[in-house]
């Protein structure tokens, strides 16, 4: 009988084992903590605008949700996953560019949400721990908002539009196997963009850095 026993705990063992390096579909849930660096230039000059103490170039931090779902490949201890994604992303930035004009006070640019791809290539190190790298291609909503009412079109007044810019992505990431079906996740990427306005031929160089931390549920 303890023969037995101890034949069936080490069937469940090497199953679990083995059942740790499968590949497997997963579906991903995040919290999402984002920060934008905004860089206001003039198109025809490359005059960067954000020069003055008072004025921000960065905006506050922003919390967010994001989903996904992928497939995890493994090679012995080597991994890809690649990984459709959707990040909600509420970030919102105000008051960052300082004019004499009154049209372009009260602005504000708001990045919504993000969608794409991307690639995971990691290595189980230790006892279910991964290090990963990602690389992939978003596509990034944004609306730009000129709030003051007063002055012209022409220098910003009440203009508002929305607009979507394709973006490379890359990031660094680490993970945790709590078993074979519930993994642990915690990563950082960063991606960088150029927002156009419709006025005076006005741009914004946009860095977005995401921290994230989720679990996916793996089958």
């Known amino acids: 009988m303890k023969k ?3 034949l069936f705990a ?5 199953s679990f084992s083995a059942n740790a390096r499968k ?5 991903g849930l995040d919290y999402l903590d ?6 206001f230039y003039e198109k025809s000059s490359g005059l960067n605008l954000i020069q003055a103490p008072n004025q921000r170039d960065v ?10 779902i992928g497939y995890r490949a493994y090679l012995k201890k080597f991994f890809v996953a690649p990984e459709l994604f959707f990040d909600y992303l509420n970030s919102s930035s105000r008051d960052f560019y300082t004019s004499t004009s009154p049209g372009f006070r009260n602005d504000e640019i708001v990045i919504n949400h993000r969608y794409g791809f991307k690639m995971n290539m990691g290595y189980n190190f230790y006892r279910g721990f991964a290090a990963y790298a990602m690389a992939g291609l978003t596509n990034v909503d944004f609306d730009i908002r000129w709030k003051n009412a007063s002055g012209s079109q022409r220098n910003g007044a009440g203009v508002s539009y929305g607009s979507t810019k394709f973006a490379p992505i890359y990031g660094l990431g680490l993970s ?14 960063t991606q960088t ?3 156009r306005y419709v006025v005076n031929g006005l741009a914004n160089r946009v860095q977005l850095d995401t921290y994230r931390v989720g679990a996916t549920l793996n089958f």
Do not use: C, M
């Open 4 to 6: 037995f026993i101890i």
């Open 10 to 14: 080490s069937l469940i063992l090497l």
């Open 23 to 27: 590949s497997r579909v997963f579906v």
């Open 34 to 39: 984002t920060q934008a660096k905004h860089e």
């Open 59 to 68: 905006s506050n931090r922003n919390i967010g949700v994001g989903a996904s």
């Open 176 to 189: 945790y196997d709590i078993n074979p079906n519930i993994t642990l996740r915690a990563a950082w990427d």
């Open 193 to 195: 963009f150029e927002v």
